[in-house]
């Protein structure tokens, strides 16, 4: 996926096994994410990886890694790097047993370049395979892994399809073991959507524990503006969300296609839509309009573009604008505007949220996240600024704390994706695509 953080990097107890925890993690002890209001985290808990202490305990925690790319070992584009966060969450109590990637080659590179840094014991034992069945078949009892990081591309997940069924297939062979999955939990036809939420359901049901990467919403920013909602019992009116992308520093030429990528509001405003629902509660899809500004339109011609589109079919472009409206099920406006129209490598990303009286807004939440707050009683807002924030850590750092503590403790650590929520996200993004694309302007010869 290709965000703001591919041209600006970001700065970088032990409890009883997951079945004892499995029932605490989804009882109804814990706040339900699609209350706006609730699912939510102290942002006073939420601290940096340098000040976080290894998690207790002495035994091993295995974990199996299913990709072996950036998402998963990070690169010079953006701060994904799964691998890293779980180094210093767990510490020597890590053990990769698998990586599996059908590109044996890189996996067996980037375990070479591991077992040459102080983390050799994690990685030294791991095995490469280029499929999860190659792995069943292969895996010892002391291999059994406690967490999946699924980091593949969407389009290898999310459906009950032969090759696109990952996380059935986990469900099957390794029964209660938790999954962290990353976002989108898909991208494919529109038709989909409805086998997501069927996994989905499967996923609630069997128990099990799982977290999706939407880690915009473990921002310390964010967290504060729940917290200002809750403690002042706010009902949300209005979410306006705007995602301007810096074109010229976008380079894959399937970025631009949507028959590869589905688009840009799919593949990279994800994020925002997500955000959106998370202030916003749940959204009435039959409300959903757009309007999109085309390649083939004169407002729509770029002059900075790295890739020759010329090699992508017409039908294929992928629209210059997107701007979305919807209600919430409250009652509530959503705003979404997706925008491929800055050059150098900067992206402009806010998200605003209004309540009588209040006006949040979270500006540049990918690189130093600022929140603008004005309260009632005051024209003027507040700001606060959250240096060196890292959600990355904080979701996988409360992705583990979920599998290991078991106490009923209110406070505990929470997930605050889960897939049935993310497939709503995907819903959403669906649903903008193709209600911009019923409403385009047609090509004129």
């Known amino acids: 996926m290709t965000t703001p953080m591919s041209a600006r990097r970001m700065s970088e107890r032990r409890g009883s096994a997951g079945g004892a925890h499995r029932m605490s993690a989804v009882s109804g002890s814990r706040p339900s994410i699609s209350d706006p209001r609730r699912g939510s985290i102290d942002p006073l808990r939420l601290i940096p990886m340098d000040q976080a202490l290894p ?97 593949s591309p969407p389009q290898f997940r999310g459906t009950s399809k032969p090759g696109k069924d990952i996380e059935l297939q986990i469900l099957k062979n390794f029964p209660g073991i938790a999954m962290f999955v990353e976002k989108p939990v ?56 705007r995602y301007a992308c810096a074109y010229e520093a976008i380079a894959k030429p399937d970025w631009w296609d949507k028959s590869r990528s589905f688009g840009p509001v799919i593949e990279q405003g994800t994020h925002f839509c997500d955000l959106s629902r998370y202030f916003g509660g749940e959204v009435d899809i039959s409300t959903v309009s757009a309007h999109s500004l085309e390649h083939y339109e004169n407002a729509g011609r770029l002059s900075a573009m790295k890739v020759d589109e010329s090699q992508i079919p017409p039908e294929n472009r992928i629209p210059r604008v997107t701007a979305a409206t919807w209600k919430y099920d409250s009652g509530a406006v959503g705003n979404f505007t997706h925008i491929v129209g800055l050059q150098g490598s900067d992206y402009s990303c806010e998200l605003e949220v209004y309540a009588d009286g209040y006006s949040l807004k979270l500006v540049n939440p990918y690189v130093q996240p600022v929140l603008y707050v004005r309260r009632p009683g005051s024209d003027d807002e507040q700001t606060y600024r959250f240096p060196d924030d890292d959600p990355f850590f904080s979701e996988i750092s409360n992705f583990i704390d979920v599998i290991e503590d078991i106490e009923e403790d209110p406070d505990a650590a929470q997930i605050l994706s889960s897939y049935e929520d993310a497939v709503k996200s995907y819903e959403l993004t669906w649903a903008i695509r193709a209600a911009s694309e019923k409403s385009k302007k047609k090509a004129t010869d």
Request: charged share 25%; with cysteine; proline share 4%.
């Open 55 to 151: 998690i207790e305990g002495s035994d091993d925690f295995n974990v199996v890694f299913i990709g072996a790319g950036n998402i998963m070992f990070g690169s010079d584009e953006g701060p994904w790097n799964h691998s890293f966060r779980l180094e210093h969450k767990l510490g020597p109590r890590l053990k990769v047993v698998a990586l599996i990637d059908p590109a044996v080659q890189r996996a067996q590179e980037v375990l070479r370049a591991k077992c040459k840094t102080f983390v050799k014991s994690a990685y030294e034992n791991t095995r490469v395979f280029k499929n999860l069945d190659e792995f069943i078949a292969n895996m010892t009892p002391k291999e059994r892994p406690r967490a999946v990081i699924i980091g």
């Open 186 to 241: 898909a991208t494919g036809p529109q038709d989909d959507i409805k086998d997501a939420f069927t996994i989905a359901k499967t996923i609630r049901d069997s128990q099990t524990i799982c977290s999706i990467g939407y880690m915009l919403r473990y921002l310390k920013a964010t967290q504060m503006m729940k917290k200002i909602i809750s403690e002042n019992n706010l009902t949300v009116m209005a979410t306006i969300a």
